[in-house]
C-alpha cells in the first residue's frame, strides 16, 4: 500500500483534533483564568527503539498526534475595581473547595459570603496553604501582593497560589483543573493584584487564525485521502483481474 495514503489519514485525524482544540481555545478567549490548550506530535512508534520499528519504516515516521498540553503564558490583567477580584502575575493556581474535591482556577472572581468565608463566584471556599477556608471579618479589605489579606489592618488570613508542571494538570470545565493521582502541589510566591481579574491566555485574532488554518489543513488532508482511495479502487477494479 502506497506510504502516501498513510501519511494523509496520519494528517487527517491530527488536524481533525487539533481543530477541536482551536475552537475551544476561541470559545473561550473571553473567559477569565482560562489556559488555552495546544496540540503536541510524536513518532507512530514510540520508546528507544522506535526509528528501527518495521512499522515506522512503513509508514515513514509520520507524526501522529500526542495529544494536548495546557499554555500556561501569563494571560493580560485588567482592573476591575473590586477588592476581592484577585489576579495572579506569574505561575501559580487559587485552590478551592468544590463538592468534588479541591480543584484549582487562575479565575480570581472572588466575593465575601455572609459567614465571612472568601468564595467563588459560585459560593466555592477558597484555601489557604493548610487547605482550609479563609475567613474575613467585615471592613475595608486589603490584600498584599504575596495574598495576604487584612482588614482594619489585621491580617486576617493568606489566599495560597499552588504550582504544578503542566502535564500533570486536567481540565475540569472552562477554566478550573483537577491534578493527576501522586502529584504533590507546591506554594508559589507569584504575585497577586487586587482589583484585578486575568484574561484568557488565547488571543482571539491569533485563534480565529489558526482555527481557519486548522480547517483548511484538514480540508487537505480529506482531498489528498480521497485521491489515495479512488487510486486503491481504481487498482482493484482494473489491474487485479489481470493477475
Known amino acids: 500500500m502506497d506510504s502516501g495514503y498513510y501519511a494523509a489519514f496520519s494528517g487527517l ?13 476561541l470559545a473561550n478567549a473571553n473567559t477569565s483564568g482560562f489556559r488555552a490548550e495546544r496540540e503536541y506530535f510524536r513518532n507512530a512508534i514510540v520508546g528507544p527503539d522506535a526509528l528501527n520499528s518495521q512499522v515506522n519504516k512503513v509508514v515513514n515516521d509520520f507524526g501522529v498526534l500526542g495529544g494536548n498540553r495546557l499554555d500556561l503564558g501569563q494571560g493580560a490583567l485588567t482592573h476591575t475595581g473590586n477588592p476581592l477580584d484577585l489576579a495572579i502575575e506569574g505561575a501559580g493556581f487559587f485552590a478551592i473547595q468544590t463538592k468534588q474535591g479541591i480543584r484549582y482556577t487562575r479565575d480570581g472572581s472572588f466575593r465575601r459570603a455572609a459567614d465571612g468565608t472568601l468564595v467563588t463566584a459560585a459560593g466555592e471556599p477558597v484555601l489557604n496553604a493548610q487547605n482550609k477556608p479563609i475567613q474575613i471579618p467585615t471592613g475595608d479589605i ?31 470545565g472552562t477554566n478550573r483543573y483537577t491534578i493527576t493521582a501522586g502529584t504533590k502541589p507546591t ?10 481579574l486575568e484574561s484568557s491566555n488565547q488571543d482571539v485574532i491569533q485563534g480565529t487564525l489558526q482555527l481557519i488554518l486548522v480547517q483548511r489543513q ?6 489528498a485521502l480521497s485521491i489515495f482511495h479512488g487510486e486503491f479502487d481504481k487498482t482493484a477494479s482494473e489491474d487485479l483481474p489481470k493477475v
Open 13 to 25: 485525524l491530527a488536524r481533525t483534533e487539533a481543530l477541536d482544540s482551536a475552537a475551544s481555545n
Open 142 to 172: 486589603t490584600i498584599g501582593m504575596d495574598g495576604a489579606v487584612s482588614v482594619a489592618n489585621a491580617v486576617a488570613g493568606k489566599v495560597a497560589l499552588f504550582d504544578f508542571p503542566s502535564q500533570d494538570l486536567v481540565p475540569e
Open 218 to 223: 484538514a480540508e487537505m488532508m480529506q482531498k
Open 187 to 196: 506554594l508559589t510566591t507569584a504575585a497577586v493584584h487586587q482589583g484585578s
